[in-house]
Structure formats: C-alpha cells, structure tokens
C-alpha cells in the first residue's frame, strides 16, 4: 500500500468522527483568559451553593477577588497549558 493512500484512508475516517466542537470553540477554549473575563464568570456562578470538595464557595471568590484574581488567572493558565493545577494559589 502506497504511503499517500494510507493517509487518505485515514482521512476518510477522521472526516467519519462526530465533532463536538466546531473550530472556533476549539480555537476558544486554547486562547488566554483575562482578568475582566474571569471576574465575569465569577459572579455569574450560582450563589448559596454547597460548598466544593475545597470548602471555597462562591462568596469567597467573588468577595476576596481582587485580592485572588491574579492568583486564579495564575492557576487558570496553569491548568490550560498543562492540563491540571500542581502548585498552590501563591504569588511567585
């Protein structure tokens, strides 16, 4: 079998796959947050939820975060490019 036929081959498979998203989410979801989108997203989570497995609640983020935004840009981007968080919610 040539190269370029097994190439095409799967090609035809890939283009077979459901997407889940389209391009531009999947551009989306790759791009830098900023703080003025984080904050945004703070204070639109639902209030008077239980909670977390951390014990932090809503109020606590959205009330301290000018305090912790920096810090929570910090681990967003950790989590985005690595694929999880591994240090603590401290200032270099």
Do not use: C
Request: glycine share 8%; proline share 4%.
């Amino acid at each position: 079998m040539d190269h370029n036929d097994d190439i095409l081959n799967q090609l035809k498979v890939i283009q077979e796959v459901p997407r889940f998203f389209s391009e531009e989410d999947s551009d989306l979801v790759g791009r830098v947050i900023y703080l003025n989108e984080l904050k945004f997203l703070v204070e639109g989570m639902a209030k008077d939820k239980s909670p977390g497995p951390n014990g932090w609640t809503h109020e606590l983020f959205s009330f301290f975060f000018d305090l912790m935004g920096q810090d929570l840009i910090l681990a967003v981007e950790e989590s985005r490019s690595l694929g999880s968080v591994t240090g603590a919610l401290t200032r270099p």
